[in-house]
């Protein structure tokens, strides 16, 4: 099968920035589009940012400016730079990824299990 493991998480101040990685490994033939997805307390699961295999990219609103998605194909490796961090950034982050797995001719879509980024005021 396949695993997206993301690390990088937190506790930080705001205005600090991290960097989330997200691996993907496993019995994988082919990635397409990988994104970043958050989540916070009592809200609903939103799209941060999504990178395309040929690297376009899409960011929300309320992340333009701050957040830069990055993926390095050679490692299945997904990237999130977060710069400028505010409160309301909190939220459990998850990454997700459409993969082809070996011997199957469907893409799957899989998620992370998701890492905390807590910023304090």
């Known amino acids: 099968q396949v695993q997206l493991v993301e690390s990088g998480g937190g506790l930080v101040q705001a205005g600090a920035s991290l960097r989330l990685p997200c691996a993907a490994s496993g019995s994988i033939f082919s990635i397409n589009a990988m994104g970043w997805f958050r989540q916070a307390p009592g809200k609903q699961r939103e799209l941060v940012a999504s990178?395309?295999?040929?690297?376009?990219?899409n960011y929300a609103d309320s992340v333009k400016g701050r957040f830069t998605i990055s993926r390095d194909n050679a490692k299945n490796t997904l990237y999130l730079q977060m710069n400028s961090l505010r409160p309301e950034d909190t939220a459990v982050y998850y990454c997700?990824?459409?993969?082809?797995?070996?011997?199957?001719?469907?893409?799957?879509?899989?998620w992370g299990q998701g890492t905390q980024v807590t910023v304090s005021s």
């Open positions: 997700n990824a459409a993969v082809k797995v070996v011997f199957r001719k469907i893409w799957e879509d899989f």
């Open positions: 990178i395309t295999s040929g690297g376009s990219t």
